[in-house]
């Protein structure tokens, strides 16, 4: 039995058709571990919920809103990029090239890419790595619309995702992490993160990754507390999915959303305030939360980046910078490396 065989006993396996299958854990594991960690981060001093839960169905299409808002410039600013680079990237890729995708989400930017793909390989492969469901609805619409696409996808955590694909094939691959989602992990996971993804790479694969740069504090908050309150939504939203799924009280009327910029951390921090004195119950978790007035629950980090500092932990991690592209602003950059 080879790694990859051993590999897919975790997971189940639907095969949609010749074109398109998903690997995903068992149900048991996922709920399992849904109400073990938030166990875990609601029993805390500094109680925290991981970014990783805001992504059920409602938290996904929360998100696709949150990318066309007028103040969420990230998401334009790095199509913008990726509809430049189709040829300073061609050199890098071949005819066999597989493009693997961290948290793909709707894949919309993936699109372009995908073009610069199809345009080369005669069967272009596709393997989306995303915790959500959104992951079938996205790769459903990109086979109507591409007839050389096969997609493989991978309903998981990222690191479930990439243990999944090592040594999967001897192809080269192009894993691409975009959306600056790689600042959500703190510094010290996200040196592990990258040394990890460095590890399952083979020799002569690539890596490109978006991440946001430091900007103007008014822009930063601006972009994550906008004036539509999409973002408060899609932050309060992890509340109604623990009720719904571990068996809760939360009263969303009791929280409100709370984001700043911290200049010296190069963050922005996304927190859940707790506008009263409360109990909640979490049955699935065994738990009696209880939050004083004021309280925060941290949901999330956004890191922002100098260019110094993203070609500093590239580099600590192992990785070749070959290219870097920056929109005219300087507010977003992706930058291709590779292990060699
Ligand atoms: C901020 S969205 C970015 C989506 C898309 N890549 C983009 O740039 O617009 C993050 C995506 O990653 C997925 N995600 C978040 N944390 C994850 C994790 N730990 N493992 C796998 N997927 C994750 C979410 O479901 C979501 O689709």
């Not at 990754?209 to 939504?233: C, F, M, P, R």
């Not at 290219?323 to 507010?331: A, G, I, S, T, V």
Request: charged share 25%; proline share 2%.
């Amino acid at each position: 039995m080879n790694d990859f065989s051993d590999k897919k006993l975790d997971y189940k396996q639907y095969v949609v058709d010749s074109k398109l299958r998903y690997f995903k854990p068992h149900a048991t594991k996922i709920e399992k571990s849904f109400a073990e960690e938030i166990s875990f981060s609601l029993s805390q001093n500094s109680k925290f919920i991981n970014p990783k839960f805001f992504y059920d169905s409602k938290g996904s299409s929360l998100f696709e809103s949150i990318c066309l808002l007028p103040e969420y410039y990230p998401t334009r600013t790095e199509l913008g990029i990726l509809k430049n680079l189709e040829s300073d990237l061609l050199p890098f890729l071949d005819e066999q090239t597989k493009l693997v995708e961290l948290g793909s989400g709707a894949s919309v930017k993936t699109r372009v890419l995908i073009d610069i793909f199809t345009k080369l390989q005669t069967k272009t492969e596709y393997f989306p790595i995303d915790i959500s469901e959104i992951l079938t609805e996205s790769s459903e619409q990109l086979l109507k619309d591409y007839g050389t696409l096969h997609i493989t996808g991978i309903i998981d955590t990222y690191e479930g995702g990439l243990e999944f694909l090592k040594n999967y094939d001897e192809k080269k691959n192009l894993i691409i992490f975009l959306g600056s989602s790689f600042g959500n992990f703190t510094p010290t996971n996200g040196e592990a993160f990258l040394k990890n993804i460095f590890s399952t790479m083979k020799s002569g694969d690539l890596f490109l990754i978006g991440l946001d740069l430091v900007k103007e504090k008014n822009i930063l908050e601006s972009a994550y507390d906008d004036s539509a309150d999409i973002t408060a939504q899609f932050n309060l939203n992890v509340l109604s999915r623990i009720n719904n799924e571990l068996d809760a009280d939360f009263d969303l009327n009791n929280f409100s959303h709370y984001s700043i910029y911290n200049e010296i951390d190069q963050r922005i921090e996304m927190n859940l305030k707790s506008l009263v004195s409360q109990s909640v119950i979490i049955s699935k978790s065994n738990l009696l939360l209880n939050l004083e007035k004021n309280e925060l629950i941290h949901t999330e980090y956004s890191h922002k980046y100098q260019v110094n500092q993203i070609k500093k932990i590239l580099c600590d991690a192992g990785f070749e910078i070959k290219k870097m592209w920056l929109d005219d602003k300087k507010y977003f950059s992706l930058t291709l490396v590779s292990k060699n």
